[in-house]
Nanobody, 127 residues
Framework: EVHLVESGGGLVQAGGSLRLSCAAS????????IGWFRQAPGKEREGVSV????????YYADSVKGRFTISSDNAKNTVYLQMNSLKPEDTAVYYC????????????????????WGKGTLVTVSS
């Protein structure tokens, strides 16, 4: 079973940077995806970014394009989310999620179908 552990959240001023880490283990399939989602108080959870094993393709929500970068270190089985130029509206609990074995619709809807979730890490951006 896939196990995901997030770290790196905290408090930062607007315009600052943070890097989140997701340590992942237990994948059964060779093809999988790991992504970051977030949920702000009173709002629905939304996809932030996803990276695909193998071809390394990446996807981003429009709200974070140009500011956030997702990457992976396969030797460490860790996925990172580098967040720059943070805004107060980025404040949320950030969750790492994974899809073990890619669905046929993955490349059309990469944020859908995650079947494993971490416990989350809080990111607070002060104005």
């Amino acid at each position: 079973e896939v196990h995901l552990v997030e770290s790196g959240g905290g408090l930062v001023q607007a315009g600052g940077s943070l890097r989140l880490s997701c340590a992942a283990s237990g994948f059964y399939f060779d093809d999988y995806a790991i992504g970051w989602f977030r949920q702000a108080p009173g709002k629905e959870r939304e996809g932030v970014s996803v990276i695909t094993s193998g071809d390394g393709s990446t996807y981003y929500a429009d709200s974070v394009k140009g500011r956030f970068t997702i990457s992976s270190d396969n030797a460490k089985n860790t996925v990172y989310l580098q967040m720059n130029s943070l805004k107060p509206e980025d404040t949320a609990v950030y969750y790492c999620a994974a899809q073990d074995g890619l669905r046929s619709s993955y490349y059309y809807r990469p944020f859908d179908g995650m079947n494993y979730w971490g416990k989350g890490t809080l990111v607070t951006v002060s104005s």
